[in-house]
């Protein structure tokens, strides 16, 4: 595809469960990032990639979250031992280098944790 | 730490007319990206228009216009001929010289009425 996609679209898990998030960048796009958008804010930034290795992971919450890039395309986002106030949309984004580059977003995934 | 204000949770306008959108920022860099990203229902964040804070010109792009007051540290969104599909939550956002990670602002909801 054209853009910056993310599956799954909506997932509903149950507090203590584990999830991945997936990110597909666009194709030759160096740079992704996650954000997490809580409801009626705006996007927090999560962690950064340059290539395959995490260049700034400072916004991760706390030891439950981890990504990764093994191949220096795909993104998967990891939470361990979901809690309720984990739920929000986490968003995905590319960009073709670092700095000012436009930052292409995907849809979103939406996690709900019950 | 850099903080992004948006102080009109919610707005709205009749077709083809003029809105305004405020947005304030807290920063003590003087080399910095201000950035206009609107959120359809759809979730996916398209970037509406950018400025480079060592530039004293305005950005412009088509309809879109924003109003940069570096003293002020204002970054005010003009929307022109406003249409229906200008409805949206807009997101002022920031990003400092040679980091990565944007700051948004907790977003605008604009409504257009025909």
């Known amino acids: 595809g054209a853009g910056v996609s993310q599956t799954p679209s909506n997932k509903v898990t149950e507090k203590g469960k584990y999830v991945e998030l997936r990110c597909d960048p666009i194709s030759g796009h160096t740079a992704l990032y996650w954000y997490r958008q809580s409801l009626g804010q705006g996007p927090e930034f999560l962690i950064y990639f340059q290539g395959t290795g995490a260049a700034d992971d400072s916004g991760l919450p706390n030891d439950r979250f981890f990504a990764v890039r093994p191949e220096g395309s795909v993104s998967t986002l990891k939470i361990q031992r979901t809690e309720r106030g984990d739920s929000a949309v986490y968003l995905c984004a590319s960009s073709w280098g670092t700095g000012n580059n436009e930052q292409f977003f995907g849809p979103g995934t939406r996690l709900t944790v019950l | 730490a850099q903080t992004v204000t948006q102080s009109q949770p919610e707005m709205s306008v009749q077709e083809a007319e003029t809105v305004t959108l405020s947005c304030t920022y807290d920063t003590s860099e003087n080399n910095y990206y201000l950035f206009w990203y609107k959120q359809p229902p759809s979730r996916q964040m398209i970037l509406v228009i950018r400025?480079?804070?060592?530039?004293?010109q305005n950005a412009t792009e088509n309809r879109f216009s924003v109003n940069f007051q570096k003293a002020a540290k204002s970054f005010s969104l003009k929307i022109s001929d406003s249409q229906l599909g200008d409805t949206a939550m807009y997101f002022c956002?920031?990003?400092?010289?040679?980091?990565?990670?944007?700051?948004f602002g907790a977003g605008t909801r604009l409504t257009v009425k025909p």
């Open positions: 956002a920031f990003m400092k010289l040679g980091n990565n990670d944007m700051r």
């Open positions: 400025q480079e804070a060592y530039k004293q």
